[in-house]
């Protein structure tokens, strides 16, 4: 065999072993690895928040993370400034229902591998000032020794 044709044999060899290896989902939870999987995205008014999931992965908005199509759960948001705010997320079925937790309701039907809502969405409200502090008030200011 002629030298050209083994080093294409081998360089075929080594690409085809590359090819058959897939990255490495280690990093995630596996609450979200395990099932079928969509894009949720997760969005704020205004953006930067973060985004906490009660499956245990966050973001700060605008952002898009996978999650799990067959099983209900919260994404709370929080920013500096802002009240924090809490909105369910729960898989979408062809009839019937699914319950936040996740659980068929009416019907027993199979989720669809979508969620609702999908983009998340929530327009988060300025917290209101302090309230004024009362240390001082209403006393008379104090003398002077003499």
Not at 9 to 36: K, R
Not at 50 to 66: N, V, Y
Not at 83 to 101: C, N
Request: aromatic share 6%; glycine share 8%; net charge positive.
């Amino acid at each position: 065999m002629p030298p050209f044709v083994r080093v294409c044999a081998i360089a075929s060899a080594l690409l085809a072993a590359g090819c058959a290896s897939t990255p490495s989902w280690n990093f995630l939870p596996s609450s979200i690895t395990s099932g079928a999987n969509v894009s949720l995205t997760i969005e704020s008014d205004p953006p930067g928040a973060d985004a906490q999931t009660s499956l245990g992965t966050a973001c700060r908005t605008p952002c898009m993370i996978p999650v799990p199509a067959d099983r209900g759960f919260t994404v709370t948001y929080s920013l500096n400034g802002y009240l924090p705010q809490a909105i369910q997320v729960a898989p979408r079925s062809a009839e019937g229902g699914y319950d936040v937790a996740g659980a068929p309701s009416e019907g027993y039907a199979t989720p669809t591998g979508e969620l609702t809502p999908n983009p998340v969405y929530a327009q988060l409200q300025p917290a209101p000032p302090p309230a004024p502090s009362r240390k001082g008030k209403g006393r008379a200011p104090k003398k002077p020794p003499q």
